[in-house]
């Protein structure tokens, strides 16, 4: 069989690379192309941004599990504006294209958010993340619901003047059925997925460690997880696929390239192996036989 090129074209850009860093695991860059760990980076995906500086959870916001990472950051940014302001023009000068991530408590919320970012000419493209809850409507995650990730990317297609991404929510509801909907309100992609919900309790005390009870569980085991979710949602929906989750080798983003996806995130395997993305590329192309 032959294998799929790995220099990527997606939103008419050119990417060196299949691999994208994931929200939340790199800020926007900065830091890892001080280090050099950039090279082989196919693209950035920011940290998440809302309209408001958040000052996210309470600790402890990282903990170990034997097989994997909890989450419960809170979604802890400046706000949109000081992000405009302050961060976007120290990161133009990045050696791969910037997308950035959206959060919102409200459908408004996102497109409010694009509105603001929209003035800066850094990024390429937004990532919307449709996994926090929806506190204008009762608290459930966008995600799950078809019809409203139908009015989250109808508003954020108004407003945006450049290509985004819905990231979808592994935690009820239908992706499938999602995915199409995004898809039908203007997305240019869909992100399979965001994180899975998990949580940790201390049975001595009864109590979750993780202040707000539950949080995003990641891991090399949830990768079968993230293959199925994007072969059933690539065999639905006519724009790209990204993945993100469960990858920790080479074989693994080819896997998730041969699944249906475009460009294949890594996320959590920065924490331990900063370099990720170069050291992902050189290994596709020994598997591949690519120069
Ligand atoms: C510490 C941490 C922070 C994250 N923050 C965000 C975020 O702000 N927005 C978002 O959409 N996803 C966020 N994620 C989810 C990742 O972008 C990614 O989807 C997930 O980690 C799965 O990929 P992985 O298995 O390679 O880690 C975060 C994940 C981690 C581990």
Redesign the pocket.
């Known amino acids: 069989m032959s294998f799929p090129s790995l220099t990527r074209k997606l939103w008419g850009t050119e990417f060196v690379s299949p691999v994208m860093l ?4 790199s800020g926007f860059g900065e830091e890892l192309f001080k280090l050099g760990c950039l090279t082989g980076a196919g693209a950035v ?1 920011s ?2 941004v809302t309209l408001k500086p958040r000052s996210g959870n309470p600790p402890p ?2 903990l170990e599990t034997p097989f994997g ?1 909890l ?1 419960s ?1 809170g ?1 802890a940014n400046p706000g949109a504006q000081h992000v405009l302001e302050h961060i976007l023009p120290a990161v133009s000068n990045l050696p791969c294209p910037l997308v950035i ?1 959206v ?1 919102g408590e409200s459908v408004q919320e996102f497109a409010d958010v694009i509105s603001v970012l929209k003035e800066s000419a850094v990024h390429i493209g937004y ?1 919307i ?1 449709v ?1 926090c809850p929806n506190v204008a409507e009762g608290g459930a995650a966008f995600g799950v619901d078809p019809e409203v990730v139908f009015r989250v990317s109808e508003a954020v297609s108004q407003v945006a003047d450049r290509p985004f991404s819905v ?1 979808l929510t592994p935690n009820g509801g239908d992706m499938v059925q999602a995915a199409v909907a995004a898809q039908k309100g203007g997305a240019s992609a869909v ?1 399979v ?3 899975f919900l998990g949580m940790k309790i201390d049975w001595k005390t009864g109590k979750s460690v993780i202040k707000r009870k539950v949080a ?1 569980y ?3 085991a ?1 990768l079968p997880l993230v293959v199925a979710r994007v072969w059933q949602v690539s065999n639905a929906v006519s724009v790209p696929v990204i993945s ?4 920790s080798c080479g074989q693994d983003v080819l896997q998730l390239l041969a699944a249906g996806a475009e460009m294949v ?5 920065l ?1 331990r192996r900063p370099c990720a993305a170069g050291e992902l590329l050189d290994e596709m192309k020994k598997l591949t036989g690519e120069q």
């Open positions: 994931a929200s939340g695991t995906v940290k998440a916001r990282l990472l989450n950051i979604l991530n959060a990532e993340n996994s990231k992100t997925c965001n994180t995003g990641t891991s090399p949830l993100s989750g469960g990858v995130q890594v996320g959590t395997r924490m």
